[in-house]
C-alpha cells in the first residue's frame, strides 16, 4: 500500500542534448564556458575510433588544448582514477570530459571527484555515507555516451573496483552530475553486435528493474514503460541492422532507463553484479543471460505490474510468463546465452556468488524480499 503521508525526493536530470551531430556542438560549449583546457577521458579502444579522432580534431581546430587519458582497466580499478587525477593536475586542465561507455564515463566522474577531494578515494563511499565528504568544488563535467546500456552519462555515481580485490564501489554525490550531455547516436553506428546486445539488455533490465521497484514514483515509472517500448522496437535492428532511428532509440531508452532506476533497482543486478566481480563478465551480458530468471521471481503478487510490462512489449498475452518467454526469445534473437553454464559459470561457483549477491546493494529495492536462498535457487535455474 503506498503511504501517501511520506514526502519523497524525485530528481531529474540536466541539459540532454540528444540527436545524429550532437557532438558537434562540443567545442563552442566548451568555449562559450571559458572552457580551453579539458581532460578527455575515454578507454583505450575508444580512443583509436575514428569518431574520436574527428572529436578530438573538432576542438584543435577551435584552438581548444586536449589532454587525452585512457589508460583504464575494463572494470575500471582505484589506481585507473589515482593515475587520471595526476594527469589533470599535472597538465593544468580546466574540466573533464567522459567519452565511451559505462566504464569510461565512471572512471571520468571519479576523477570529477578525485580533482579536489585528497581523502582516500573509497572514503567517498556512498554505502558508508561518503557523500557527506564531498564539500569542495568540482570542475567543469560533460558525458558524451557511445554505448547505449549503462546510461551513467545521467547518473551521479560512478562505480570503481578495489585494485586487489576487485570489489565494486560506489562513489555517490549530485555533485557528480554531468553539467551537459551530448547524446549523438551517431557515434553508436559502428557498435559491434555482441557489445550493442549485451549494453541494449543492460538498459532494457534497468527499465525493467526501476519499474518493478518499491517506492512511489509515477514519473519513473512513465519513463520506465516507454523505455521498454523503445527497446523492445528497436534492439533486434540494433544487432543485426543498425540504422540511425535504431540507434536512436536505443540511445534515448538507455538515458531513460537510468533516470528510472533512481527509484531503484532489484534482484538482476544483484544477480548479475557479482558475476562481474568474480568471473570478469561484462555487465550488460550478466543482466542479460540473469534477467529472465529474476524477473520470473517477481510475478508472484505483482501481477498487475507485469500486466502494464506486457502491454509496453506488445505482447498478446497479458501476463507475466509470456513477459520470461519474451525475453528468453529476445536473447535468442540478439545471439547473447541464456544460461548460466554457457557464460562459464559453474555449480562450484554458486555458494559464493550466492553470498555476494546477498551482500549487494540493489536487491533491497526489489519489490519483494530476496533470500539467500532465493539467489542459490535462481542461480541454480539459469546455470
Ligand atoms: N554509473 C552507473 O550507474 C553504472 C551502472 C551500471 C554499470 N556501470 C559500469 O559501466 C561499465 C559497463 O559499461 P558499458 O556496458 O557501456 O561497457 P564498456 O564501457 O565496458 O564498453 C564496452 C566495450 O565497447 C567498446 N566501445 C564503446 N563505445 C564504442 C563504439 N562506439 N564503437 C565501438 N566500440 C565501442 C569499449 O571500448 C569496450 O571495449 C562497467 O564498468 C559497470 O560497472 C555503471
Ligand atoms: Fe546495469
Same mark, same amino acid.
Given at each position: 500500500?503506498?503511504?501517501?503521508?511520506?514526502?519523497?525526493?524525485?530528481?531529474?536530470?540536466?541539459?540532454?542534448?540528444?540527436? @545524429?551531430? !550532437?557532438?558537434?556542438? $562540443?567545442?563552442?560549449?566548451? /568555449?562559450?564556458?571559458?572552457?580551453?583546457?579539458?581532460?578527455?577521458?575515454?578507454? #583505450?579502444?575508444?580512443?583509436?575510433?575514428?569518431?574520436?579522432?574527428?572529436?578530438?580534431?573538432? $576542438?584543435?581546430?577551435?584552438?581548444?588544448?586536449?589532454?587525452?587519458?585512457?589508460?583504464?582497466?575494463? &572494470?575500471?580499478? =582505484?589506481?585507473?582514477?589515482?593515475?587520471?587525477?595526476?594527469?589533470?593536475?599535472?597538465?593544468?586542465?580546466?574540466?573533464? %570530459?567522459? +567519452?565511451?561507455? *559505462?566504464?569510461?564515463?565512471?572512471?571520468?566522474?571519479?576523477?570529477?571527484?578525485?580533482?579536489?577531494?585528497?581523502?582516500? /578515494?573509497?572514503?567517498?563511499?556512498?554505502? +558508508?555515507?561518503?557523500?557527506?565528504?564531498?564539500?569542495?568544488?568540482?570542475?567543469?563535467?560533460?558525458?558524451?555516451?557511445?554505448?547505449? *546500456?549503462?546510461?551513467?552519462?545521467?547518473?551521479?555515481?560512478?562505480?570503481?573496483?578495489?585494485?586487489?580485490?576487485?570489489?565494486?564501489?560506489?562513489?555517490?554525490?549530485?555533485?557528480?552530475?554531468? =553539467? %551537459?550531455?551530448?547524446?549523438?547516436?551517431? $557515434?553508436?553506428?559502428?557498435?559491434?553486435?555482441? %557489445?550493442?546486445?549485451?549494453?541494449?539488455?543492460?538498459?532494457?533490465?534497468?527499465?525493467?528493474?526501476?519499474?518493478?521497484?518499491?517506492?512511489?514514483?509515477?514519473?519513473?515509472?512513465? +519513463?520506465?514503460?516507454?523505455? +521498454?517500448?523503445?527497446?523492445?522496437?528497436?534492439?533486434?535492428?540494433?544487432? &543485426?541492422?543498425?540504422?540511425?532511428?535504431?540507434?536512436? =532509440?536505443?540511445?534515448?531508452?538507455?538515458?531513460?532507463?537510468?533516470?528510472?532506476?533512481?527509484?531503484?533497482?532489484?534482484?538482476?543486478?544483484?544477480?548479475?553484479?557479482?558475476?562481474?566481480?568474480?568471473?570478469?563478465?561484462?555487465?550488460?551480458?550478466?543482466?542479460?543471460?540473469?534477467?529472465?530468471?529474476? %524477473?520470473?521471481?517477481?510475478?508472484?503478487?505483482?501481477?498487475?505490474?507485469?500486466?502494464?510490462?506486457?502491454?509496453?512489449?506488445?505482447?498478446?498475452?497479458?501476463?507475466?510468463? !509470456?513477459?520470461?518467454?519474451?525475453?528468453?526469445?529476445?536473447?535468442?534473437?540478439?545471439?547473447?546465452?541464456?544460461?548460466?553454464? @554457457?557464460?562459464?559459470?559453474?555449480?562450484?561457483?554458486?555458494?559464493?556468488?550466492? &553470498?555476494?549477491?546477498?551482500?549487494?546493494?540493489?536487491?533491497?529495492?526489489?519489490?519483494? #524480499?530476496?533470500?539467500?536462498?532465493?539467489?542459490?535457487?535462481?542461480?541454480?535455474?539459469?546455470?
Amino acid at each position: 500500500m503506498t503511504d501517501f503521508n511520506t514526502i519523497r525526493q524525485y530528481n531529474f536530470p540536466t541539459i540532454i542534448r540528444f540527436g @545524429a551531430g !550532437a557532438v558537434n556542438e $562540443l567545442p563552442d560549449h566548451l /568555449l562559450k564556458n571559458g572552457l580551453h583546457k579539458p581532460l578527455i577521458v575515454t578507454d #583505450p579502444m575508444v580512443s583509436q575510433l575514428g569518431f574520436f579522432k574527428n572529436i578530438l580534431d573538432s $576542438l584543435t581546430a577551435k584552438s581548444i588544448s586536449v589532454e587525452v587519458f585512457s589508460d583504464i582497466h575494463k &572494470n575500471p580499478v =582505484k589506481t585507473d582514477v589515482l593515475k587520471g587525477g595526476d594527469v589533470f593536475a599535472a597538465t593544468g586542465r580546466d574540466s573533464i %570530459i567522459g +567519452i565511451g561507455g *559505462g566504464a569510461a564515463m565512471d572512471v571520468a566522474r571519479a576523477i570529477v571527484l578525485r580533482v579536489n577531494h585528497h581523502r582516500d /578515494l573509497f572514503d567517498y563511499d556512498d554505502l +558508508i555515507g561518503g557523500d557527506q565528504y564531498v564539500t569542495e568544488e568540482v570542475p567543469y563535467f560533460i558525458t558524451i555516451p557511445t554505448t547505449s *546500456g549503462t546510461g551513467s552519462e545521467v547518473g551521479r555515481s560512478a562505480i570503481i573496483s578495489e585494485d586487489d580485490t576487485h570489489r565494486k564501489r560506489i562513489l555517490f554525490s549530485p555533485k557528480l552530475l554531468a =553539467k %551537459i550531455i551530448f547524446a549523438d547516436p551517431l $557515434l553508436t553506428l559502428e557498435l559491434p553486435p555482441f %557489445i550493442t546486445a549485451a549494453t541494449g539488455m543492460d538498459a532494457l533490465t534497468h527499465n525493467l528493474e526501476a519499474f518493478l521497484a518499491k517506492g512511489f514514483h509515477p514519473m519513473a515509472d512513465g +519513463i520506465a514503460l516507454e523505455g +521498454i517500448s523503445l527497446i523492445n522496437e528497436s534492439i533486434v535492428a540494433a544487432v &543485426n541492422k543498425p540504422d540511425l532511428a535504431s540507434r536512436s =532509440k536505443m540511445m534515448i531508452a538507455s538515458l531513460m532507463g537510468a533516470v528510472a532506476f533512481q527509484k531503484g533497482l532489484g534482484v538482476v543486478h544483484s544477480l548479475a553484479h557479482p558475476l562481474s566481480s568474480l568471473l570478469d563478465t561484462h555487465h550488460g551480458l550478466a543482466n542479460a543471460v540473469n534477467l529472465p530468471y529474476g %524477473i520470473r521471481f517477481n510475478i508472484a503478487g505483482f501481477e498487475d505490474r507485469f500486466i502494464k510490462i506486457a502491454k509496453a512489449l506488445q505482447l498478446q498475452e497479458e501476463t507475466g510468463e !509470456a513477459v520470461v518467454n519474451h525475453l528468453f526469445e529476445l536473447n535468442k534473437q540478439i545471439g547473447l546465452p541464456t544460461t548460466l553454464g @554457457a557464460i562459464g559459470v559453474k555449480e562450484e561457483h554458486i555458494e559464493t556468488l550466492s &553470498n555476494l549477491a546477498f551482500a549487494d546493494f540493489c536487491h533491497p529495492n526489489n519489490p519483494k #524480499p530476496v533470500s539467500r536462498e532465493d539467489f542459490k535457487k535462481l542461480y541454480l535455474e539459469a546455470i
